[in-house]
């Protein structure tokens, strides 16, 4: 039986070298995976995704499991170290209008094993305006005058593409959890 | 002053703020609105859901080898040294800082983009040797009631070894805009103005020489009456 991934953490934390290896293993594909996707620099995201777990082993203790999965919580500290890597040298190295399809294009790779599949088809079924604006702000946290100006639309039709956006795939997720 | 945003204005910026891209004012206000409201909460948890399932979305992909020996040596937690020693992330950050500040200072910015990493450094070098300086180094600057998940910095303080050195706060995500009162403290616990930050549009910045050595530098602190405090942390 493999310890769960709140085990690990606090094991890791604790100074338990074996329970550190075992969470770099389990969480490295993905921590390195969403770096790669915002900075777009194999090198760079390297940089990012070991200073990600130095953070995660340093804040350990701030981990709340009420608040989120010990997944999604490495993998916001990762997003934030990444966009304050673009933010710093102010230049956003792939498309961010495209992150989308890199998102939706994966079908039957080890990421859909996690069950992503939901949140997958989620997203293609939105009209595919919505859904760029929402992976632009998840992924690059772009604000909405930010995307509004890359794409060229008014501030206000942006914001409405976020929040029918996220209404629409929270809606999606909520009939297929029944 | 304006009224408090309700649960209506809230609500058409909880997707944003649940995807982390609220910032300035506007984060501030929400924050404010759900300390006190429990029905926002709850519907910023489902927004929050979205939020999280669509970061486990990217796409996995396995690092170099040995990756896994580089970070546990970073956290102490191997005696192996690490394979490949890399660049460490602040060495990134201050290379990025180094772009910023150059192109900050007009020295050709379109040059500095195409450099490669040997001449960077030369020039980099250069750029210190100017001012007889040591090093550059850049610190986040964060909200002191921050919380890790939902982090991003509200700007950088960089700050330069050399004769003389000196600070530059640049703020690019303030909580709310109006004046900050800017100090430094030192290790020792001494503190030191270094002016005033006035920020519009959520961004300010501000430069000033200090006389205590960078190594010294134990916090730079960011202050607005009834906004939570922003500091850059050095020790």
């Not at chain 1, 493999?2 to 085990?7: I, T």
């Not at chain 1, 919505?130 to 914001?159: C, D, H, N, W």
């Not at chain 2, 040995?66 to 020693?85: T, Y």
């Given at each position: ?61 701030d981990y709340d499991p009420r608040r989120a999965q ?96 996220m209404s629409g795939l929270r809606q999606r997720l ?5 | ?235």
């Amino acid at each position: 039986v493999s310890a769960s991934d709140e085990a690990l953490l606090a094991a890791m934390s604790a100074g338990d070298t074996d329970a550190a290896a075992v969470f770099v293993r389990r969480f490295q594909a993905r921590i390195y995976g969403l770096a790669l996707t915002i900075v777009g620099v194999a090198e760079t995201a390297e940089d990012v995704a070991q200073e990600a777990f130095v953070r995660i082993w340093r804040h350990a203790d701030d981990y709340d499991p009420r608040r989120a999965q010990v997944a999604s919580w490495v993998l916001t500290i990762t997003r934030n170290l990444a966009i304050d890597v673009v933010r710093v040298r102010r230049e956003v190295p792939t498309m961010p209008e495209t992150v989308v399809d890199v998102l939706t294009a994966a079908e039957s790779d080890t990421a859909d094993i996690d069950g992503n599949t939901q949140i997958r088809s989620a997203l293609r079924e939105l009209p595919r305006d919505q859904a760029v604006a929402v992976a632009m702000a998840a992924y690059y946290g772009f604000t909405a005058r930010e995307i509004a100006e890359r794409l060229s639309i008014p501030l206000g039709t942006a914001k409405t593409r976020i929040r029918l956006g996220m209404s629409g795939l929270r809606q999606r997720l909520e009939v297929t959890d029944e | 002053m304006s009224e408090p945003a309700g649960c209506a204005e809230v609500r058409d910026l909880l997707p944003e703020f649940a995807l982390g891209s609220l910032t300035g004012h506007d984060r501030a206000e929400v924050l404010r609105h759900l300390m006190r409201c429990p029905s926002c909460r709850r519907e910023l948890d489902g927004l929050s859901r979205v939020a999280d399932e669509l970061l486990l979305m990217a796409p996995q992909q396995e690092p170099s080898a040995g990756f896994e020996a580089a970070v546990l040596g970073r956290i102490g937690l191997s005696d192996a040294r690490p394979q490949k020693p890399r660049a460490r992330f602040g060495k990134m950050l201050l290379r990025a800082a180094a772009l910023v500040l150059v192109a900050a200072l007009g020295a050709g910015a379109v040059w500095w983009h195409t450099a490669g990493d040997r001449g960077l450094a030369r020039h980099y070098k250069q750029t210190l040797s100017v001012a007889d300086g040591r090093y550059l180094t850049a610190v986040p600057i964060v909200a002191s009631d921050r919380d890790t998940a939902s982090y991003s910095a509200a700007g950088y303080v960089f700050a330069y070894q050399g004769n003389p050195s000196w600070l530059m706060v640049t703020i690019s995500a303030a909580p709310a805009d109006g004046r900050y009162n800017v100090t430094m403290v030192a290790v020792d616990g001494e503190s030191f103005t270094i002016g005033a930050c006035q920020a519009t549009a959520s961004s300010c910045a501000i430069g000033n020489t200090v006389n205590v050595p960078v190594s010294e530098i134990q916090a730079v602190r960011l202050t607005q009456p009834g906004v939570p405090t922003l500091i850059a942390q050095f020790h």
